[in-house]
């Protein structure tokens, strides 16, 4: 009887260690959310720049003039508050030099937002907003 109820007890924690399931095997919770912001065009600078991370702990604000392409841009949001990110924008103005302009913003490896505009001096526009209710 000891010995069927070992081998189960056994088998119960070896199928959870194996399904990633274990107590002991779980990973350490995320501390941070990753915001990354891009812009290219087929010119060498954009005209203007402004990207805004609105977190809730450390709001971040970038304002270029002549800003080389392309652009990457990557910052952390501490997750040890409710609603740590209410939002982020880019909007990047393509120079005279340009034929098209495209801004993308990724937030925990995933697009989240982007856009692209056409012809000299147009401005690209990517947003995502924190919205509460049915998206």
Do not use: N
């Not at 095997?25 to 891009?38: A, D, G, H, I, L």
């Not at 720049?49 to 949001?77: G, I, K, N, S, W």
Request: aromatic residues 4%; hydrophobic residues 40%; charged residues 20%.
């Amino acid at each position: 009887m000891e010995k069927t109820k070992l081998l189960s007890l056994t088998t119960v924690f070896g199928a959870l260690a194996m399904t990633g399931c274990a107590p002991w095997s779980q990973s350490e919770p995320t501390t941070s959310m990753v915001v990354e912001v891009e812009v290219t065009s087929d010119a060498a600078m954009a005209g203007t720049l402004h990207v805004e991370v609105d977190a809730r702990e450390d709001p971040q604000r970038v304002r270029e003039q002549d800003t080389p392409l392309p652009y990457a841009a990557t910052f952390e949001v501490p997750l040890d508050v409710p609603f740590p990110l209410s939002g982020s924008t880019v909007e990047a103005t393509a120079s005279e030099q340009a034929s098209w302009i495209a801004c993308r913003i990724v937030q925990d490896g995933a697009v989240v937002a982007e856009d692209r505009a056409e012809g000299a001096g147009a401005i690209a526009v990517c947003e995502k907003k924190l919205r509460a209710g049915p998206q």
